[in-house]
């Protein structure tokens, strides 16, 4: 195989030491996806080293108070933050610290030319976490440090990242929602569902204003929907921003058998969103491309949803195992989106 498509994976066993048993973010999910890339994706992963963000590093993104009062409370046994939602043990402070060292070093060796493409598989999971306090089963938040490490180490100016995970990432477009560096760029269920944020006229503020792209779909939209928002919005909106490095926050729980969300994408819509990203990421960013797991709580669904995106992140044709896993049985009919996609494209000035 071409070593150009050998794809930089970042994990650690320390990533499973944050567990709480019985919670829909325990442990278990990471271990169902390395076991399944063991067998089925050997070829393509190559395992890499890193290290756990300093304070220094973890306050690029956070504020310091947050960070020590986290560090403390681990340190003290943990505990229940977030009204209980999310949860910290004594092994917590650090899962997280390596995670987000773990997003940095993957975006230094993507920038560095050493790797085209890299994914992270993180826990606890990021996209939820505010500069300033956990949320939704996130406690730092992992792509951001990706994102403020390009600008920050290696002089970008315009950085996308791409969110779609079934969740609106509150806490990733909140430390970039006056940044005009970082384009935040979300796909997520509206309505009857966490956070309640991600509404489309939310598109940034003041200097950052146009650098934040909602996209608030209705539940039981399928691939069809996805893909629609892919060509009429995401990748116009790419095509005005012009990124030099593209992140995706990689959730899984889009998919219409996860437990946590109603909406109805496939296995197969997986791989056909990370190919639009491998194309975006050729045309303006010379292939460069990051991946960073974030939710996802069926853990068939989940370990072979990361299968297809690594697969068509090294170049190969995806493995899907729709067969055994079976198709949505409705999706929402496509017409239903147009209101919204007239407003969103409105809003953010696409022709
Ligand atoms: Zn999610």
Known sequence: MNPINRIGTFYSDKFLEHDMPGHPEHAGRLTAITTLLHRRAADYVQ?????????????????????????????????????????????????????????????????????????VLPRPPGHHAYADHAEGFCLFNNVAFAARCALDEFGLERVMILDWDVHHGNGTESIFYDNPQVLYVSLHQYGGIYPGTGTSNAAGWERGAGANMNIPLPEGVGDKGYLRAFNELIVPKARQFKPQLILISAGYDAHWRDPLANMRVSLAGFAQMTQQMVTLSDEFCDGKLVGVLEGGYDLEVLSHGVLATLQVMAGDSPNMIEDVIGMPKHELAVERLDSLFEQIKKTQKLA
């Open 47 to 119: 395992p890499m080293s890193f290290e756990a963000a300093t304070h220094a590093q973890l306050c690029r993104v956070h504020r310091l108070n947050y960070v020590r009062d986290l560090e403390r409370s681990c340190a003290f046994g943990g505990g229940l933050l977030d009204g209980g939602d999310t949860y910290t043990t004594e092994a917590s402070f650090d899962a997280a610290a390596l995670a987000a060292g773990a997003c940095i070093e993957a975006t230094r060796v993507v920038m560095r030319g050493e790797f085209k493409r890299t994914f």
